[in-house]
């Protein structure tokens, strides 16, 4: 588990906005097909911004992390700026390297979140 950050670690262990929305405004899931594991994404919308967020998953270190992280970036930030985020932005928000196989798993919640916006 040490080649994984601090910070990968810390939300891995203590996920932030972990959970579900009773009544989401929108909802998404998405698996990773080459391991199975699965982000589930709610989210409550207001005015284009995102008001309120919660996720639940299964999976590696690095999908979870990233789900927590990211849950924690969108807070009330508009739909138009979030659909701009890529790979590059992941990449440098979790702050390590990855390879493509690693990748794919902290790209996953990102997906979950573009298939909501
Ligand atoms: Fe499945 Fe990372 S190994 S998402």
Do not use: W
């Amino acid at each position: 588990m040490n080649i994984y950050s601090e910070l990968i670690l810390d939300h891995y262990q203590n996920p932030r906005n972990f959970g579900s929305i009773k009544n989401p405004s929108k909802k998404s899931v998405i698996y990773n097909p080459s391991c199975g594991d699965r982000i589930e994404l709610d989210i409550v919308l207001k005015q284009n911004k995102i008001k309120d967020v919660k996720f639940r998953g299964q999976g590696c270190a690095i999908s979870q992390a990233s789900a927590s992280i990211l849950t924690d970036y969108v807070l009330n930030k508009a739909k138009e700026e979030l659909k701009k985020l890529d790979k590059d932005f992941m990449i440098k928000l979790l702050g390590i390297e990855l390879g493509p196989n690693r990748i794919t798993c902290a790209l996953l919640p990102l997906e979950a979140l573009h298939k909501l916006i």
